[in-house]
């Protein structure tokens, strides 16, 4: 298995990825930036391929099979010091923004995804693990990631790799359909 940095031409498989980790919801929020004419899946590659932002190829990694994208990571520094939630954040975010604001300073382990054709490779482990030297490397003490209540096998795999749940949050779905009920903070302390 590669694991290798992403680039702006991978912004189709990022899209994808990101897209599946969470549950569709930023398809959701591609379309709703779009209108009901525009292409969702156009606007995310968009984001996915810009040089700056959360979302952006730069702070993606992916895993590679047989010369394959099987998997992805994506992840950043938290914010040190959490800035107070916007009033006019949209209701649906409100959780999740709440759950970061409990590990400030973090590694922020925002995606991890695999295709369904490579779990149970070894993908999830290997990005993990990706992920925490790249946090030990940074020089953070703790690398956090949120995850929903119905991703059960993730949930397994964070656990069994040391990461424990320390809080969560109903989710709000507004008109997103989405089976989960919870969102769930998990952290794993750096050692190094």
Request: charge should be negative.
């Amino acid at each position: 298995m590669l694991i290798r940095k992403a680039t702006a031409p991978d912004a189709p498989h990022l899209v994808r990825l990101i897209n599946m980790a969470a549950d569709d919801l930023p398809l959701y929020f591609w379309q709703r930036s779009v209108g009901p004419d525009g292409d969702p899946w156009a606007f995310g590659k968009e984001r996915a391929a810009r040089d700056t932002g959360s979302f952006s190829y730069r702070n993606a990694w992916l895993a590679e099979r047989k010369g394959e994208v099987a998997a992805c990571l994506l992840g950043y520094p938290a914010e040190a010091a959490p800035a107070d939630i916007a009033p006019d954040t949209p209701p649906i975010l409100v959780p999740l923004l709440q759950l970061e604001a409990l590990a400030p300073g973090s590694w922020y382990l925002n995606v991890l995804a695999t295709y369904p054709q490579f779990r149970g490779h070894g993908c999830g482990s290997a990005l993990l693990a990706h992920a925490e030297t790249l946090a030990r490397d940074g020089g953070f003490a703790t690398i956090s990631l949120i995850t929903a209540d119905t991703h059960t096998d993730a949930r397994k795999l964070y656990a069994g790799k040391g990461y424990r749940e320390v809080a969560e949050r109903p989710v709000v779905k507004d008109d997103w359909q989405v089976d989960a009920k919870t969102w769930i903070l998990m952290t794993k302390p750096v050692t190094g």
